[in-house]
């Protein structure tokens, strides 16, 4: 088995939720598996000296229509959140205990049920109830993902996941790493499938 | 005819080095020609509250990195510049003389022979005596071009084509607008085919 793609993304992330629906299949085709990290966007801006592509006059307008018509492009169904962005800590202190105590496809699953659910319908992961309910849709137990949401052993799962991001040089999202090679952005498909079919070019 | 595609860029811009290079043979497949417009990207920044993407801690590393990957996948030979970003006024006013007073294709040519010079060659365009040397390679006057890029009449018109610029919402370069869609970056390259070859989608 190959080394795994590497797919560093935010709950809060919309280039993150469209690239999560085509990376699985296409590693797939190439012999590999995805490895999700969660993370806060908000941990690697702030190292970066970044914000949102919503924050910047100009930037937001476009960014704001690139999000849709990129999902089009893709054929994917999106619409965006009624309040974005989002601070997503909660989810992601989901996915790292799914990650460790259940292993790395249920932490993906969240991680696609998540994104989805924010991108298609709308919902607040950041409101704990509103993640409760998806936590039960998913098969989860809800109030045991809020209790793992407020555990500081969750908490100081994600900061070191943010950390070690940081320390890879992560400052963005999706941020996807093949064989050592990053690849920042949904729009980098074309290289990564070119990286994936014949190494290094 | 179809209405034209139109390319703003920056003579400094590595990303719009290399969409030079394949946008205009993709537009004419298309029965479309390409309209260059050369701003400066100092002046969208400015309003957009944007940096170089070589300026910020992280994004810097990553960036150098994928100006060189991106035109290693186009098939395009570049090298960093010496020094890099460099301001690039004098080309620009350059570039709007050409447009004005010999017509588009002579202003697309001299846009051609800077990015080329600057990102193959480390062309320092910013040094008068470099750029008079080009302008002569070019088959310009090189003392008549030191003459255009000091005078107040086009000194001018480059001030009107980045404020234009600006009320179109650009905030980066390559910037480019198709039947009033915009694309930001040589990596909306997918998405300028499809819409060239389909219309909206």
């Known amino acids: 088995m190959k080394p795994p793609v590497i797919f560093y993304f935010d ?10 629906e085509w990376l699985g299949a296409l590693a797939a085709r ?7 990290q969660a993370i806060l966007l908000g941990a690697t801006f702030q190292v970066a000296e970044l914000k949102s ?3 910047y006059p100009l930037k937001r307008e476009y960014s704001l229509r690139d999000f849709e018509r990129s999902a089009r492009f893709e054929g994917l169904p999106y619409a965006l959140p009624p309040v974005f962005p989002i601070p997503t800590q909660n989810a992601a202190r989901v996915f790292w205990w799914l990650s460790e105590t259940r292993g790395e496809q249920a932490a993906a699953a969240w991680a696609t049920a998540g994104l989805r659910a924010l991108f298609t319908a709308g919902v607040p992961l950041n409101e704990p109830d509103a993640l409760k309910a998806l936590a039960l849709r998913s098969g989860l137990d809800g109030s045991e993902c809020e209790r793992v949401w407020n555990d500081p052993q969750w908490k100081a799962r994600l900061k070191r996941a943010n950390d070690e991001a940081i320390g890879a040089g992560v400052f963005g999202a999706p941020f996807i790493v093949i064989d050592g090679e990053p690849f920042w952005g949904n729009d980098r498909r074309p290289q990564i499938e070119r990286w994936l079919a014949q190494g290094p070019f």
Chains 1, 2 share one sequence.
């Open 53 to 55: 592509p919503v924050s």
């Open 11 to 20: 709950f809060s992330s919309p280039y993150s939720y469209i690239a999560n």
């Open 30 to 36: 190439h012999g590999r598996r995805v490895q999700h």
